[in-house]
């Protein structure tokens, strides 16, 4: 089992920023994959960012240049710096992980989910 656990989700200004935390706790397992994906009410949940199996990274259109997805790898954790945040980034954002163990084919886990909201 991977377990994902979020921090640093909560409320700020138009135009104000966020840094959210994902640290996985892996024991065996080993992760392919790590990012943040978000769900607004009444929407399907998105991909937001992530580093892809091959280390690069991914972004929603309308988060680049605005939005910066981080690692500290000896850590396991992931970094979701948002910065000019807009009313439309207001949703839950969940992290994300794809891992797998020599006995447990490759599997999504995901966090239990941190809000964001973004208003004046």
């Known amino acids: 089992q991977v377990q994902l656990v979020e921090s640093g989700g909560g409320l700020v200004q138009p135009g104000g920023s966020l840094r959210l935390s994902c640290t996985a706790s892996r024991r065996t397992f080993t992760i392919y994959s790590m990012g943040w994906y978000r769900q607004a009410p009444g929407k399907q949940r998105e991909l937001v960012a992530r580093f892809t199996t091959e280390g690069t990274s991914d972004y929603l259109d309308s988060v680049k240049g605005r939005f910066a997805i981080s690692r500290d790898s000896a850590k396991d954790t992931v970094f979701l710096q948002m910065n000019n945040l807009e009313p439309e980034d207001t949703a839950v954002y969940y992290c994300?992980?794809?891992?797998?163990?020599?006995?447990?084919?490759?599997?999504?886990?995901w966090g239990q989910g941190t809000q964001v909201t973004v208003s004046s």
């Open positions: 994300n992980a794809v891992a797998a163990a020599v006995t447990t084919p490759a599997q999504t886990y």
